[in-house]
């Protein structure tokens, strides 16, 4: 039954002839190897390259246990006669196998390339990768008692920033098989989500204003949320950062960093039934593009203003032309944003975690970026920047006119 169970799941993930598998771990070499070549090296704390594994390997595991598209595998599954032990860890090894492959593998490649390690050290590695998958399966299996998933985090986080590495080792494998005696004691049907039918409730709703239909899909997805607000938290820090720079003209760099907004800019990628309505009804090209260019816009323009509200504070001397920057930076990225769902939508994938950490997410980012070192290095570009953001913005009116 186990084996079954791990067997269908993987096939989801990996693909009918896991041919997704030998990509992946193509790419992983291609990436560790360029580096490598390369010679570029940095000195990385032991301790902050085990939280960095740590937390990117359970914050994705987390995501992966969210993604609502398991429900409906799992709705299957769980009408079945199972054993709730072994499809337990059935579903968490076939999710963590992908999470520490396609994902935290990546990030295994490039510290390994650019940073000196020892056996231990890579055998440390590969213990914070095993349990912050099952730590993050253990949690999530009683969110409802979050306050003691939080405390745990900060526990460990804690330990792993100030504990030497002989201790570190030992706590980590401690706490793996913590994780394993709570997973033991789970009920499967804690790794289901009953609030999907709220999804479909909005699904229902998204005809009668695409502008409630945006607010709506955010409030049903918090990890939007909780993304928006890591952002504006970033436009608070920022201008700290970029303190000892700001004769540079760095400004719309802090613009270009802050487009980096993922979730909110692949809304037709994660909903197939919006595309397909907006694709094939008549007149939903304008009807959709402009509303949602201008939500891009207002996003972004949130984020910029705290940035520059936070710069005046920090540093001073914010100006008319930085405030210009701001207004511009927004409505490119927004209106880049657009075009590229609208052209250049993600197919293919297998979970919501896959469209989150796709690499067509930093096109618009390393665009704007290039765009504001060109502005910080000649700010007289900035005019002529602005009249071809209203020539696109005329392209894009003509494009979904009718």
Known sequence: MMKMTGKAFAKKLFGAKYERLPRTLLVDVIVFWGLYIAGFQVQVADSVRFLMISAFTAGVMWQALSSKDNAVELTAMLMLPIRAREFVFSYVAALGAYTVVTKTGLLAAILLAVCAWEPIEIAGMVICMIQAVLMAAAVYSLRKYWYAGVLWTAVITAAILFLES????CLLLVNGMLAVLLLWK???YGFYQWESKKRHAVRQQKSASLWRYFFRYLSCHKNYLLNTAVMWCVALALPYFLRELAGLSVAPLGFAILSLNTPICI???????????????????KAFCIPYCLFLFFCNMAADVIFLFSWQLQNGGVTVWMAEGAVFFALQS????????????????KIES?????????????????????????????????????????????????
């Open 267 to 285: 809304l037709l990628s994660c909903d197939p039934d919006l595309e397909q309505a907006v694709r094939f009804l008549p007149g939903q090209k």
């Open 354 to 402: 896959d469209l989150w950490h796709h690499p067509r997410k930093y096109a618009v980012p390393v665009v704007m970026l290039l765009i504001a070192g060109a502005v910080a290095a000649w700010p007289v570009l900035l005019p002529a920047l602005l009249v071809c953001l209203a020539a696109e913005t005329v392209v894009l009116l003509y494009m979904c006119r009718g």
């Open 334 to 349: 927004a209106v880049f944003s657009v075009l590229l769902e609208w052209f250049y939508p993600i197919r293919g994938w």
């Open 186 to 188: 789970a009920d499967a």
């Open 166 to 169: 002989r201790f570190l080792a």
